[in-house]
């Protein structure tokens, strides 16, 4: 292993660029060379790749984005796609490629891989925590955060207003942001794509809880869960409260990382070159049970990752 190469693609994330300075850092104190390949796949096809020194990550652990860009590329899906990637670099004569990202970027890393024999390592980086083999992504705890803060001002004015609150948290798809972020806001009401929910019983579980005097309630919802604006009008109709709904958007994909997750870019940037080092093929860098480890690509990118059942049992006990 002579030369690595880092790219982050897919949804950016806070601590990305933490995970890009400890791939830098840690390739040059072995004495490897190291490019960063600028947009993600796209910049990869096209050849957008730069040569990183030390001071090329200089003053970035803090800041959240990526330095190197992120986009989504279509392209790669495809065979043709994956082999104009390909033809890059080996033409930059890069032996190793770092793919940080979520659970899309690290297939994109597969694929490559497979096609080409490559060796490649993932970095899980991804607000949504969707990424299997690892309890964490870079990101989340940063995204959790962010929408905690925001979701207790919110219960301010809910509180004050005696009104209920409908709160959409990011997920797409998934329901990690949203479960976290409802048991830690103590939300009423966590509603979340995995599992199937009726709307009656929401109407009835808020309106026992108002007939025993609870003024304001907080429903968190992951985006994909469903309409909020439907939802919040149906509860306005079936409960009686005034029903407001707030958004809160990509304020979650922003902003300086929390040191759970720059630590966490630190150590999986480390680890990630450790693993190319020691001649590792095709795995992701992962937490399990706090420690580090790794897990296969493939197996990394075969399964959907489970929702924690009990954290959304235990929500449902506390917010009787
Ligand atoms: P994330 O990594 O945050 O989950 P995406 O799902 O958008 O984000 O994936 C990021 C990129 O990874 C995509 O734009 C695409 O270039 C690549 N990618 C995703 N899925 C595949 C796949 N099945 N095969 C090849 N490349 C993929
Ligand atoms: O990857 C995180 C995420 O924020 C998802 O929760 C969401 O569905 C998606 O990205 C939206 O991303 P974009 O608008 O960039 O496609």
Not at 274 to 298: F, P
């Amino acid at each position: 292993m002579k030369k690595i190469g880092v790219l982050t693609a897919g949804g950016d994330a806070p601590g990305m660029n933490a995970a890009i300075r400890a791939v830098v850092r840690t390739s040059i104190y072995y004495g490897l060379k190291v490019v960063g390949i600028e947009r993600g796949y796209e910049g990869l096809i096209n050849n957008e790749v730069r040569p990183m020194d030390l001071s090329s990550v200089s003053g970035i652990i803090n800041k959240g984005g990526t330095i190197l860009k992120t986009v989504r590329c279509e392209e790669l899906k495809t065979t043709r796609g994956q082999k104009k990637a390909v033809k890059v670099l080996k033409r930059n004569n890069i032996d190793g490629l770092i793919a940080i990202g979520g659970d899309g970027s690290l297939q994109g890393a597969l694929a490559l891989h497979e096609i080409s024999g490559i060796p490649v390592v993932g970095i899980p980086a991804s607000i949504d925590n969707d990424v299997t083999g690892t309890e964490m992504t870079i990101g989340f705890d940063t995204a959790v955060n962010t929408a905690l803060e925001a979701i207790d001002k919110i219960r301010d004015t809910a509180t004050s207003h005696e009104r209920t609150f409908i709160i959409e948290v990011m997920g797409r798809e998934r329901g990690f942001i949203a479960l976290e972020v409802g048991l830690a806001a103590g939300a009423e009401i966590i509603l979340i794509p995995e599992i199937k929910y009726s709307l009656d019983k929401i109407c009835q579980k808020l309106k026992e809880g108002r007939d025993r005097g609870k003024s304001s309630s907080i429903i968190v919802m992951a985006e994909g869960a469903g309409n909020s604006f439907a939802i919040g009008e149906q509860i306005e109709e079936y409960v009686g409260t005034e029903v407001r709904v707030s958004i809160l958007g990509y304020v979650q994909r922003g902003g300086s990382p929390t040191s759970f997750s720059r630590v966490l870019a630190c150590k999986f940037g480390a680890a990630a070159v450790d693993l190319l080092r020691k001649g590792e093929k095709s795995k992701i860098v992962a937490l399990k049970k706090g420690k580090m480890t790794s897990v296969s690509l493939k197996a990394a990118c075969m399964k959907k990752k489970e929702i924690n059942m009990d954290l959304y049992k235990l929500d449902a006990i506390l917010s009787i």
